[in-house]
C-alpha cells in the first residue's frame, strides 16, 4: 500500500498568515492526490482536487500544487474559519490511503 | 440538491453483524461512484471501500472478506454489510459520492456519518 506521510502533524498559526502542509507519497502517484478539510463533529470537505484544482465554492486563498511523489496545501492568509484539521487522499491505487492528518490550531 | 443520509449504526458484539444504508437523494447512485470512509474516536480518516458504477468493487485490506459494498438501484441506496465485526472497527462510518476527473476521482459530497461501536 502507498504510504502517505503528512507534515506536520499540528501547527499553530495566526490569522493572516500564510500556512504550508506537506504530503509526501511512497511511490509516485502523478497528480491523484485531493485535499480535505474537516472540523470537529463534521463530515470532511473537498478542497483541491488532481493536486491542484480548487473545488468550486472553495475560497482562492487555498491552492495545492505537486506531482509524483511531494504535495503542498497552502492557505496563503488564515482566516478564523481554516481552523481545522487537514488531511490528503491518494486515490492512484488501491488501498487508497490518507495521510495522518495536519491539525491548525490557533496561536 | 445532493443529500447522503447514513443510517444503520449502533452497539455490536464483537463478532457481530451490522448493515449500515446510505440513503442518496439529487442523483443517481448507480451512475456514480460511491464510497465508505471510517474514523476511529480521536483518530485520523480510513478509507474503507468503493463501487464503482460498473458494479467493480475495492476494499481496504483490514475489512477485506469481511465488510461488503452493496447499492440497491430501486431505493437509491448504498450499503455496507459488516460481519465479524471486532473492536478496531469501532468508528463513524461516513458514505460519500465520488466524482471521476481524468485519471483521479474525489470525494465531493458526504454524509453525516453514523456511529458504530463494538464492544462486549
Known amino acids: 500500500a502507498i504510504q502517505m506521510t503528512q507534515s506536520p502533524s499540528s501547527l499553530s498559526a495566526s490569522v493572516g498568515d500564510r500556512v504550508t502542509i506537506t504530503c509526501r507519497a511512497s511511490q509516485g502517484i502523478n497528480k491523484d492526490l485531493g485535499w480535505y478539510q474537516q472540523k470537529p463533529g463534521k463530515a470532511p470537505k473537498l478542497l483541491i482536487y488532481a493536486a491542484s484544482s480548487l473545488e468550486s465554492g472553495v475560497p482562492s486563498r487555498f491552492s495545492g500544487s505537486g506531482s509524483g511523489t511531494d504535495f503542498t496545501l497552502t492557505i496563503s492568509s488564515l482566516q478564523s474559519d481554516d481552523f481545522a484539521t487537514y488531511y490528503c487522499l491518494q486515490d492512484y491505487s488501491y488501498p487508497w490511503t490518507f495521510g495522518q492528518g495536519t491539525k491548525v490550531e490557533i496561536k | 440538491e445532493v443529500q447522503l443520509v447514513e443510517s444503520g449504526g449502533g452497539l455490536v458484539q464483537p463478532g457481530g453483524s451490522l448493515r449500515l444504508s446510505c440513503a442518496a437523494s439529487?442523483?443517481?447512485?448507480?451512475?456514480?461512484?460511491m464510497s465508505w470512509v471510517r474514523q476511529a474516536p480521536g483518530k485520523g480518516l480510513e478509507w474503507v471501500s468503493v463501487i464503482y458504477s460498473g458494479g467493480s468493487t475495492y476494499y481496504a485490506d483490514s475489512v477485506k472478506g469481511r465488510f461488503t459494498i452493496s447499492r440497491d438501484n430501486s431505493r437509491n441506496t448504498l450499503y455496507l454489510q459488516m460481519n465479524s465485526l471486532r473492536t478496531e472497527d469501532t468508528a463513524v462510518y461516513y458514505c460519500?459520492?465520488?466524482?471521476?476527473?481524468?485519471?483521479?476521482?474525489?470525494?465531493?459530497?458526504w454524509g453525516q456519518g453514523t456511529l458504530v461501536t463494538v464492544s462486549s
Open positions: 439529487g442523483f443517481t447512485v448507480s451512475s456514480n461512484y
Open positions: 460519500a459520492r465520488l466524482v471521476s476527473y481524468v485519471t483521479t476521482k474525489y470525494f465531493q459530497h
